[in-house]
């Protein structure tokens, strides 16, 4: 993800980050969910399948010394056994862009979402979803789902809640 579209993500996320539980699905090396620990989150889960991220990511939760918040899961970042009990208050859903491009993989991607927002995260959570722009569509989530996208250039980040939260909506800057 470019910083320009990290730092609007996370000045969107502010009023969710403090004391947040925060799910990082494909997590990659981290940058995400250490980036919302360093922001106000207490406690990060990490889901990552791949074993040579899983080893970058370990080197960066204990360089950072951050093992008391952070839950390392080796896993497939769309099965449900790898989301941990806690309702996370941010998911961040960064899944690799070919996963688009297969009608099967796509699907459980969609699948895996709306699961995540309907039965595990809190009830005025957020789930960002990180896409190209262009690559998804307002008709690919549930109707009822409330789904916002913010286009910062080739990118595109989709905000997805249960219900209209209270207060304001999740309003990024613009680019």
């Known amino acids: 993800m470019l910083d320009r579209v990290r730092?609007?993500?996370?000045a969107t996320l502010q009023p969710w980050l403090e004391g947040a539980q925060v799910l990082d699905l494909f997590a990659g090396s981290g940058a995400l969910?250490?980036?919302?620990?360093?922001?106000?989150?207490?406690?990060?889960?990490?889901?990552?399948?791949?074993?040579?991220?899983?080893?970058?990511?370990e080197e960066n939760v204990s360089a950072l010394a951050l093992d008391d918040a952070v839950e390392l899961v080796r896993a497939d970042a769309l099965q449900a056994t790898s989301w941990g009990e806690r309702a996370p208050d941010v998911v961040f859903f960064d899944s690799p862009y070919p996963l688009l491009d297969e009608l099967r993989t796509r699907r459980a991607l969609f699948a895996a979402m709306d699961e995540l927002v309907r039965a595990r995260l809190a009830p005025e959570g957020v789930l960002v979803f990180h896409a190209l722009h262009r690559a998804v569509t307002r008709g690919e989530f549930a109707a009822d789902l409330v789904v916002r996208e913010r286009v910062y250039g080739s990118n595109s980040l989709w905000y997805v809640q249960r219900e209209e939260p209270a207060g304001a909506a999740p309003e990024a800057p613009e680019p």
């Open 7 to 10: 730092e609007a993500l996370f």
């Open 33 to 57: 969910g250490i980036e919302a620990l360093s922001r106000g989150g207490r406690h990060a889960r990490f889901v990552e399948r791949n074993a040579r991220a899983c080893a970058c990511l």
